[in-house]
């Protein structure tokens, strides 16, 4: 069968101000453009709407061609069906600025995509809560899934190590060197698959699993921590294509954010700690694009008091250094491995480092347990610059003064952006809670 022809369509500011949609209105001239090239028995079109002035994208929608009514000789007005109910609207740049009315056409790759984006918007995110432990070489996990549907699954086996560590092996000879996510992806998928299938071996929990977007919240003990949830794979794809891994050890997840409570402008500190071997021009200068947040650049080594004083002065703090198995570098001589607790700490704390996935390394832990509520962090070895567009994206989203997301959503939508360029499996990790900054 067919894929129904997709569009683009640009509409007057007043049509998204409407909450009686019942019709759109097409020039004429782009009306016998469509007419033309669909088929005389596919009249159903989906679209989106697109408002030029705040960059966001609705939809999607159905036009049924056969019921037009004709308003003047430049204008149709056709009937549309608004089965979705979804009014929030996508952060979406288009290359090009369009006049009112302008429609063109979408590839069907184009549309799953914004499709998706624009469910996740407007549904409720599932969620998932995983708790996961080895003890006497018996592998158990336990789930709990409260929407959209009440799913619970428990589950315990005798756990080979022998075979997991040739699985982790691998893994570490490939993760050590920045970049073999795009450069390896096949052998990647090929050891998470063989994971996937030692870790989760229910196929009814697997298939419930992989139904449609979902946030998994991983409650992992010291033995499973190092297990690389990231590169799951099944029929092929990482299954990150479909769910964000949420790291939740944590004691305290929860808090009040008083920025947006007293409406006072979101406060962003970028804290690069000078290195000769990182180069974080391009990082910096695209931070510094981002619209509707004051950002002040910390370039200098740091101490602990200092540290902790932009930690509670900042809303979002932005953190580019070196990583290691015992922490961040601060200082030639101090490297952070964790702190203590926090008068006011931010919603959300970025950590482009190196190494922040391993065990010893306790900072993205101790942060949650302080009170901020999303940390992004690291993983494995980072090339310098090759995630910049991701890094941008999320901003981008996050900080869309017509979007109103949050970090995870911010977070999915920015891989969804550069999956195209990118083939390996998201090298940034996703701690903690949804957070709106």
Not at 262 to 289: F, G, H, Q, T
Request: glycine letters at 4%; one cysteine or more.
């Amino acid at each position: 069968m067919e894929e129904s022809k997709s569009y683009i369509v640009t509409q007057n500011r007043d049509y998204f101000l409407s909450h009686n949609m019942e019709y759109i209105s097409l020039k004429n001239s782009s009306l016998k453009k469509i007419l033309k090239i669909i088929k005389k028995d596919n009249n159903h079109v989906n679209i989106f709407l697109y408002d030029n002035e705040k960059n966001k994208l609705y939809g999607y929608y159905e036009i049924d061609l056969k019921n037009n009514i004709q308003e003047d000789k430049d204008y149709t007005n056709i009937y549309i069906s608004d089965n979705y109910k979804r009014r929030r609207g996508i952060y979406y740049n288009l290359e090009n600025k369009y006049s009112d009315f302008s429609i063109y056409e979408i590839d069907y790759k184009t549309f799953s995509k914004l499709k998706d984006r624009l469910i996740i918007l407007n549904d409720n995110i599932s969620q998932t809560f995983f708790s996961c432990s080895i003890e006497n070489n018996i592998f158990k996990y336990k789930a709990i899934e409260t929407y959209p549907s009440l799913y619970v699954a428990d589950y315990e086996k005798s756990f080979d190590y022998q075979a997991y560590e040739s699985i982790y092996k691998e893994y570490l000879r490939l993760i050590k060197y920045s970049n073999s996510e795009n450069d390896n992806s096949g052998k990647y998928i090929e050891i998470g698959s063989y994971l996937m299938n030692m870790l989760i071996p229910e196929k009814d929990f697997r298939k419930h699993l992989l139904e449609g977007f979902r946030i998994v919240y991983l409650h992992l003990d010291d033995s499973t921590y190092n297990i690389p949830w990231d590169i799951l794979s099944y029929n092929g794809k990482f299954i990150s294509e479909n769910i964000i891994f949420s790291y939740n050890n944590a004691s305290n997840v929860i808090h009040k954010n008083k920025s947006r409570i007293s409406n006072k402008k979101i406060k962003m500190a970028v804290i690069s700690i000078p290195n000769d071997d990182i180069d974080d021009k391009n990082e910096i200068e695209y931070i510094s694009r981002i619209k509707n947040i004051e950002i002040d650049i910390y370039k200098k080594e740091h101490n602990y008091l200092e540290f902790i004083k932009v930690l509670e002065n900042y809303d979002i703090v932005h953190i580019i250094t070196h990583g290691y198995k015992s922490g961040i570098k601060l200082s030639d001589d101090y490297l952070l491995n964790s702190i203590g607790a926090l008068e006011n700490p931010p919603s959300l704390v970025f950590i482009n480092a190196c190494n922040m996935e391993e065990i010893n390394n306790k900072l993205s832990k101790s942060l949650l347990s302080s009170g901020v509520n999303t940390v992004i962090s690291g993983v494995g070895s980072l090339a310098d610059g090759l995630y910049i567009n991701f890094i941008y994206s999320f901003y981008s989203n996050l900080f869309h003064k017509h979007a109103r997301i949050n970090t995870a959503q911010a977070y999915y939508f920015a891989y969804l952006e550069i999956k195209d360029l990118y083939n390996g499996f998201m090298r940034y990790r996703f701690n903690g809670v949804p957070a709106y900054v």
